[in-house]
Each structure stands twice: as C-alpha cells, then as structure tokens.
Nanobody
Framework: QVQLVESGGGLVQAGGSLRLSCVVPGRFFRLNAMGWWRQVLGQQRELVATATPEGHRTYADSVKGRFTISRDNSKNSVYLQMNNLKPEDTAVYYC???????WGQGTQVTVSS
C-alpha cells in the first residue's frame, strides 16, 4: 500500500478555478487507474473522477463539464483541473490509485459564495 500527497487546494470564490496535483510512485502509476475523491466532514467519501492508463476518463455527474482529470506520464502525476467552482464543491480532495486502501492527508478546497 502507498500513501499519496495531494497539493493545490485553497480558498477561491465561486466561479473560480483551482488545479490539484498528485505525484504517484512510477511502479503504481503506469499500470493503474487513478482517481480523485472528495469528502465533506461527516459524509462519505465521493468519487469525483477517474483516468485509466489507456486514457479513459469518467466523472461524477455533479462535476461534468467543469472538472478535468489528466495524467502526465513523464511526471508520474495526476491532476484535477476544477473550473467554475461552486460552494458545494467545498471538501477535502484526495487522489488515489484505484484499489489502494491507504489514503493521504488530502488537500482542502473551499469555495466561497
């Protein structure tokens, strides 16, 4: 198991943008799907987006058209570009390797109205 480190969160006004980043050990990154999840205190963790090594991407309905997940194979990194942010996007965001049971600290995203 491995814990990942997320970065790029912050405080932004509604309608603004943020880009989250996550570096993944190469031996896991090349062969595994990656995902971004988010969690509001007291609620279950929610899957936001996934990206496979083959380039297939999926999104939660709540973020379609606003969020984009991408992978950079040269940097073993996965990103989440978040545009037109809404107050309901406020949460701690986590990246993880699909199937990995360990979770990092996450990065806080706060969207003010």
């Amino acid at each position: 198991q491995v814990q990942l480190v997320e970065s790029g969160g912050g405080l932004v006004q509604a309608g603004g943008s943020l880009r989250l980043s996550c570096v993944v050990p190469g031996r896991f990154f090349r062969l595994n799907a990656m995902g971004w999840w988010r969690q509001v205190l007291g609620q279950q963790r929610e899957l936001v987006a996934t990206a496979t090594p083959e380039g297939h991407r999926t999104y939660a309905d709540s973020v379609k058209g606003r969020f984009t997940i991408s992978r950079d194979n040269s940097k073993n990194s996965v990103y989440l570009q978040m545009n037109n942010l809404k107050p309901e996007d406020t949460a701690v965001y986590y990246c993880n390797i699909w199937g990995n049971k360990d979770w990092g600290q996450g990065t806080q995203v706060t969207v003010s109205s």
